[in-house]
């Protein structure tokens, strides 16, 4: 459920002292007054240490990036982090021995630590991951969000968040990472919510800033991550064209008009090649937008007509069962099921 976290306090610089004293490691502080410490202390789990010099301030903050699984097994691992209570539990005082190992100051017990960043994630084995990735990278890009393009993963990033959708083994393979790892993350598709700011959870799901272990919940991430994923891969299965066309002719309750305007939508996105090249192209008012989309002499903004395009995509395709991304023809198969029946049906 969890891949990485981040935990940090506020300092005086004489702490900042004391942590390169005890770690053996000169600070040097570069481009935006910070310094990363990569594997500071020489074992799996503690990932880095940041240190950032606050704006304005005398202050520093000392963050530290943690993976949990392998700070409990004391080894690099692709496994994610199982919220249980026990193994949360067994986290806590582990990570506190961890940090009392620095120097009794960092101690979880004594100081008021706070949650900076919590991955939360699923993953599951298929043979079909890179077609996946592919399929996903069409999808959309919600409002505030800013999708960058990258090689094997769905990426899109705002100022709080982050999603990623990817190919562990391509991902892996651009590391230094060990080769077992590498070979264990063969076929492995992964979906990836990185929480930059906790601040909302905490609010939303009533957690106690100091008790921020809290969010370590598998409820919590499940519903979080079901969320980013049907805002950011939407739902309904991966079709071809023909067999798409032929689900959304059978459909009872709906009017033939609109059956067709579906139909037309489906192909109109497929010639466009995604979703936000769709949106781009009913912007641009281009020739080939369906009419129901294009602008009546100004009278509509693309605003309205974006709105209009994505309520009749959730409307009439993805309440159906069909996602709005075509599968190409030349993959053999007319169907492919939406990610989130792997990560989520056991949940």
């Given at each position: 459920m969890i891949d990485t976290f981040e935990i940090s306090l506020e300092s005086a610089y004489s702490i900042v002292?004391?942590?390169?004293?005890?770690?053996?490691?000169?600070i040097k502080f570069v481009s935006r007054?910070?310094?990363?410490?990569?594997?500071?202390?020489?074992?799996?789990?503690?990932?880095?240490?940041?240190?950032?010099?606050?704006?304005?301030?005398n202050m520093y903050s000392i963050a530290v990036e943690i993976n949990p699984t392998e700070l409990l097994k004391e080894a690099p691992s692709i496994e994610l982090?199982?919220?249980?209570?026990?193994?949360?539990?067994?986290?806590?005082?582990?990570?506190?021995?961890?940090?009392?190992?620095?120097?009794p100051y960092f101690s979880l017990t004594r100081w008021r630590w706070r949650l900076t960043r919590v991955d939360y994630a699923r993953q599951f084995y298929t043979p079909?991951?890179?077609?996946?990735?592919?399929?996903?990278?069409k999808g959309p890009v919600p409002y505030r969000y800013k999708g960058l393009q990258k090689s094997g993963s769905t990426y899109n990033e705002c100022k709080s968040s982050r999603i990623n959708a990817y190919n562990k083994e391509d991902q892996l393979s651009k590391t230094n990472s060990p080769a077992f790892l590498k070979e264990q993350a063969v076929d492995l598709y992964r979906f990836e919510y990185q929480c930059l700011d906790p601040t909302y959870l905490l609010k939303k799901y009533n957690v106690d800033r100091?008790?921020?272990?809290?969010?370590?919940?598998?409820?919590?991430?499940?519903?979080?991550?079901?969320?980013?994923?049907?805002?950011?891969?939407?739902?309904?299965?991966?079709?071809?064209?023909?067999?798409?066309?032929?689900?959304i002719m059978k459909l009872n309750g709906k009017q033939q008009r609109i059956k067709e305007q579906a139909i037309e939508v489906l192909e109109?996105?497929?010639?466009?090649?995604?979703?936000?090249?769709?949106?781009?192209?009913?912007?641009?008012?281009?020739?080939?937008?369906?009419?129901?989309?294009k602008s009546s002499q100004g009278e509509?903004?693309?605003?309205?007509?974006?709105?209009?395009?994505n309520e009749f995509i959730r409307e009439h395709l993805c309440k159906e069962g069909i996602n709005p991304v075509l599968l190409p023809n030349d993959y053999g198969i007319t169907m492919l099921p939406n990610t989130s029946t792997r990560l989520f049906t056991i949940a």
């Open positions: 002292d004391l942590l390169s004293m005890e770690l053996e490691k000169e007054n910070a310094c990363k410490i990569s594997n500071p202390l020489g074992q799996p789990g503690v990932r880095a240490i940041n240190i950032t010099r606050q704006k304005n301030s982090f199982d919220c249980s209570q026990e193994n949360v539990e067994a986290l806590q005082r582990t990570l506190n021995e961890v940090l009392e190992s620095i120097h079909d991951v890179e077609l996946y990735t592919i399929l996903e990278s100091s008790a921020w272990l809290g969010l370590f919940r598998e409820d919590i991430a499940i519903a979080v991550l079901k969320a980013h994923h049907k805002r950011h891969i939407k739902v309904g299965d991966y079709y071809t064209y023909g067999e798409a066309a032929k689900r109109f996105i497929g010639d466009a090649g995604s979703i936000p090249n769709a949106l781009q192209a009913i912007q641009n008012d281009a020739t080939d937008v369906p009419e129901r989309f509509r903004s693309y605003e309205l007509l974006k709105d209009r395009f």
